[in-house]
């Protein structure tokens, strides 16, 4: 008897060979258990959050000192202003040469100033014709609608409207005719750092809608196929025997679709195609673990589904060999999309919020347009004798009641309004100007932290599903009690047998 338990001792870990099962081992087990608290131990949260709070200070201090950068070259040109030079060399040659840099010219910079007034005036007469049919108690029609139908045609369809509406109703029409109520905001800069900032907003509205344009395009395509898919499953689920060419040939095409969504270079197409992957995936472990409820979504599941066809087929024949779900890689795929979609969607955040900067970039730009438009338009109108003067002559305050009257009282006062303009455009909005750059290069370095951002989620998706599971490796095996215990029960039989 002693014999024949040693045999079967000895036999035993060619058994476990030839079943697959493994020999528990504590040594393994430990080493599991340690690379699991190590990875929960990794603070990746905690370094991004820290990369970011640092780059947030840094920017308060860079707009900080910008701020305080531009106050100090304004403070360096009154001083300029004080000791030395005229009208016309501290003021009036500058003031060009910076409409020169930003508009192109002089005379461009007068044109812009000339459409805005256009653009305010047509505004305030578009108002007052409002005014008039908002005292008549009805609502004044859009400019669509005043350039399509007549007064005669719209007051048949209005009958308790006044005919005195008639002459607003003109007016109003006028000025959508005209273009003038964009005439300021429409105005095209050919030179100029102007220019250069309304070229790249143009670019960068019309990379963001030609994207969309596009990626709508491609979303109609897959909600169609997803219906015909749909559709085709119902038909099968009354016709089992019905053949299903049709529904793999919907499934290609859906998946075709996906894929070329996904090659859009917008960010917003890419989230798109990794949410419905998480959606078909959330379906599929709901149906596996029978939280799916029959009368639910099905069709919508399936459809989804057939997305990731690729997948299922290169998984098919290790699920029918295992004969029961891979929960695991189902679940590591869900969340490796989850983790690009995430990314995707940080990116088209970012994406918008550059256009924005860019936006208000140009805005500050046109506001020291409007501030140098402003002071130059008041030189032009001095005398000679004024513009020739000493600044510090010119700006000095008036010393008798004569000298408050009169062109030279005009003409120094309008040498004021000029400074003040020309000023503030070198203190306060230049330094708004170039907020905007470093907010914009901040803008780069924190697209890099969220690009790193989704490239960590997507390998720590990998690296924890590879912990967890060698630390279930660890934890599995058969046990030294296991195998008394089996060797026992083994005996246990041959004396049994023995005793027959």
């Known amino acids: 008897m002693q014999i024949r338990t040693i045999c079967i001792a000895a036999l035993l870990p060619a058994f476990f060979s030839l079943t697959g099962c493994a020999v528990y081992s504590e040594t393994r087990h430990k080493q599991g258990e340690a690379a699991k608290e190590a990875w929960k131990s990794v603070d990746i949260a905690g370094q991004l959050s820290a990369a970011r709070k640092g780059e947030a200070a840094l920017l308060a201090e860079q707009l900080k000192t910008e701020e305080a950068l531009q106050k100090a070259r304004r403070d360096a040109l009154i001083r300029a202003m004080v000791l030395e030079g005229t009208v016309a060399s501290q003021l009036k040659e500058p003031i060009e040469k910076q409409l020169l840099a930003l508009a192109g010219s002089p005379q461009v910079a007068v044109a812009w100033a000339a459409a805005l007034k256009k653009e305010e005036r047509a505004q305030g007469n578009l108002h007052d014709a409002e005014i008039e049919f908002t005292r008549a108690g009805v609502e004044m029609p859009a400019c669509g609608v005043l350039s399509q139908q007549s007064f005669d045609g719209w007051a048949q369809a209005h009958p308790a409207a006044p005919t005195y509406l008639r002459a607003a109703w003109m007016s109003a029409m006028d000025e959508c005719s005209s273009g003038g109520l964009t005439a300021g905001s429409s105005f095209a800069f050919k030179a100029g750092a102007l220019a250069i900032t309304q070229k790249a907003v143009a670019d960068a509205r019309a990379a963001i809608g030609g994207a969309k344009a596009a990626s709508l395009a491609a979303r109609s395509q897959v909600a169609k196929l997803s219906k015909e898919y749909g559709s085709e499953l119902e038909k099968l689920a009354a016709e089992p025997t019905r053949a299903q060419d049709k529904l793999k040939s919907i499934a ?8 070329k969504i996904e090659k859009l270079p917008d960010p917003v197409s ?5 949410e419905q992957r998480v959606k078909a995936l959330d379906a599929t472990l709901a149906s596996l673990a029978g939280n799916v409820d029959s009368n639910g979504e099905s069709s919508a599941t399936s459809a989804a589904l057939a997305s990731l066809a690729e997948w299922f087929d290169q998984s098919r024949v290790a699920l029918a060999d295992a004969k ?3 929960l695991a890689a189902a679940l590591l795929l869900r969340n490796l999309e989850q ?3 995430n990314a995707a969607a940080r990116d088209a955040q970012l994406q918008a919020m550059e256009l924005q900067l860019l936006e208000s970039k140009m805005n500050w730009q046109l506001e ?3 501030s140098l438009s402003y002071g130059h338009q008041a030189l032009q109108a001095v005398s000679a004798e004024m513009a020739a003067m000493q600044v510090r002559t010119a700006l000095a305050p008036v ?4 000298a408050s009257s009169g062109k030279t009282f005009e003409d120094k006062t309008k040498v004021w309004k000029s400074a003040a303009s020309y000023l503030d455009a070198n203190g306060r909005l230049a330094a708004e100007v170039n907020k905007t750059e470093i907010q914009r290069n901040a803008l780069d370095h924190e697209r890099a932290i969220a690009y790193a951002e989704g490239n960590i989620a997507q390998w720590n998706v990998l690296i924890s599903s590879t912990i967890n599971q060698l630390a279930e490796f660890g934890d599995a095996g058969v046990r030294k009690e296991d195998i008394t215990g089996l060797v026992n029960s083994i005996a246990l039989l041959f004396i049994a047998k023995g005793v027959q």
């Open 339 to 341: 983790a690009k979609a």
């Open 252 to 259: 290609r095409e859906l998946g075709d679709a996906l894929a």
């Open 324 to 326: 029961k779900p891979r």
């Open 270 to 274: 890419r989230q798109f195609v990794s």
């Open 368 to 370: 020291q347009l409007r």
């Open 399 to 402: 010393e008798s009641a004569k």
